[in-house]
């Protein structure tokens, strides 16, 4: 299985921050990446999809970068409605893995 | 829009079947793949398995020999059995549609239900 590895695992920002989490694959993948948001007590939210395409009313803010085995999802300046957890996830081969989360908190 | 709803019991007890129902709303079940996907309390996210209405479902290898997705078309309603539980399956359980775009199915989850929580305690 492909296995996905988020750093860092946590971070502390400022409202308008800029914050970049990174997920690595142990095996190229192409484009074949996700990102997802989410809130405590709630399912997850579908930010970005194929490494770099913004789903539709996510704010631009958001952005993924990446292919093969490197990606990130970079927020341009952090909100307060933006402090989550969010999770990578690649589709490139069965069976379907996520990375193990970020949480990113206010400092 | 498209909804999804997950239902069953709460509370299982060790060594007995776990099972939940989601039911979808705003869109054929006919038309997608839908996944199970769930989050052990303070863990991260884990996929148990997709299917189609029709075919063999796709099974985490880590879960395979215990689990079975199901699809009704007649309730629009998919369903997980999870067999032989112990503690270690205590979590959130999300259903969830994989995304079809331009007539192709790529296997990430594009619609979540808001999740249901399973315990396994005697």
């Known amino acids: 299985a492909i296995q996905l590895t988020q750093s860092p695992s946590s971070l502390s920002a400022s409202v308008g921050d800029r914050v970049t989490i990174a997920c690595r694959a142990t095996q190229d993948i192409s484009g074949a990446l996700v990102w997802y948001q989410q809130k405590p007590g709630k399912a997850p939210k579908l930010l970005i999809y194929d490494a770099s395409n913004l789903e539709t009313g996510v704010p631009s803010r958001f952005s993924g970068s990446g292919s093969g085995t490197h990606f990130n999802i970079t927020i341009s300046s952090l909100q307060p409605e933006d402090f989550a957890t969010y999770y990578c996830q690649q589709f490139y081969s069965s069976p379907l893995t996520f990375g193990g989360g970020t949480k990113v908190e206010i400092k | ?122």
């Open chain 2, 1 to 122: 829009q498209v909804q999804l709803q997950e239902s069953g019991p709460g509370l299982v007890k060790p060594s007995e079947t776990l099972s939940l129902t989601c039911s979808v709303s705003g869109a054929s079940i006919s038309s997608y793949y839908w996944s199970w996907i769930r989050q052990p309390p303070g863990k991260g996210l884990e996929w148990i398995g997709y299917m189609y209405h029709i075919g063999t479902p796709n099974y985490n290898p880590s879960l395979r020999s215990r689990i079975t997705i199901s699809v009704d078309t007649s309730k629009n309603q998919f369903s997980l059995r999870l067999s032989s539980v112990t503690a270690a399956d205590t979590a959130v359980y999300y259903c969830a549609r994989i995304s079809l775009e331009y007539g192709h199915y790529y296997y990430y989850m594009d619609v979540w239900g808001k999740g249901t929580t399973v315990t396994v305690s005697s």
